[in-house]
């Protein structure tokens, strides 16, 4: 079977962790990113020909169906893990309803594009994996994050439905949901609270990006051989 892999949002944070680790499991992986090119050329410096960096905004379905045309010199991904998404906190009274559709648009319709350009092959071959990124937010509901909750949960929901529908045609979904992660992201979001937050979780601690990708790495290859499952992890944060 193929090894090769798209990770999405592959150049930055938990993303670049799982980049790094399917490369270690002997995969050529595709990453995608949206804006940074200063990272995707990092990522590259560092991780050489096993790395191929394709500037692609998920939410614009032609442009994920151009992306596709790439794998006309490499086999088609038999992993493909939906990992990039954004976050634009703000009171949902005082938010701009363009920024809630971004929101949406990006995180969960990136998920959703991703996964109608690749998976028909998938079930063609009858082979795959589909590992899509959720969060503790879809569940835990915070001030200021609604439309990145929706978002999340939205994914959660067209995990379990796909693993459904594909499990017949040996196309594994399932969805990892992370509580806190140190991430930009994450750092962003704490500001000046982050010693607050970190005493909220139960383990008084924040998942590394890499214990994340460490959980993807596992269903990738199945070494975890499972379907349907939303995997949350964390420290206790998920809990309740």
Excluded: W
């Excluded at 971004?102 to 082979?127: I, K, S, Y």
């Excluded at 005493?199 to 890499?210: D, L, W």
């Amino acid at each position: 079977m193929s090894k090769t892999a798209v990770v999405t949002g592959g150049t930055r944070g938990i993303g670049r962790a799982i980049v790094r680790k399917l490369i270690a499991q002997d995969f050529t992986v595709f990453a995608t990113y949206h804006k940074d090119e200063a990272a995707a050329q990092c990522l590259s410096d560092e991780l050489g020909a096993r790395v191929i960096t394709a500037r692609v905004d998920g939410s614009q379905r032609d442009q994920v169906e151009q992306f596709r045309q790439q794998f006309v010199d490499y086999p088609m991904p038999s992993v493909l893990v939906n990992n990039a998404g954004i976050a634009r906190d703000g009171l949902f009274l005082s938010q701009e309803p363009a920024t809630f559709e971004q929101v949406m648009a990006n995180n969960f319709g990136g998920t959703l594009n991703f996964c109608e350009v690749f998976a028909p092959h998938m079930a063609t071959v009858r082979h795959g994996n589909i590992i899509n990124i959720g969060s503790v937010a879809a569940q835990k509901v915070k001030l200021g994050n609604t439309a990145y909750g929706c978002a999340k949960a939205a994914i959660e929901r067209l995990s379990l439905g796909l693993s459904a529908e594909l499990a017949r045609f040996d196309v594994r979904v399932n969805c990892v949901s992370p509580g806190f992660v140190d991430t930009e992201m994450f750092q962003a979001f704490a500001g000046e609270h982050a010693r607050e937050i970190l005493k909220s979780i139960p383990g008084r601690r924040v998942m590394t990006a890499e214990e994340v990708a460490e959980m993807v790495s596992l269903l990738a290859t199945r070494r975890l051989s499972t379907t349907g499952s939303l995997l949350r992890v964390g420290n206790g944060e998920n809990v309740g």
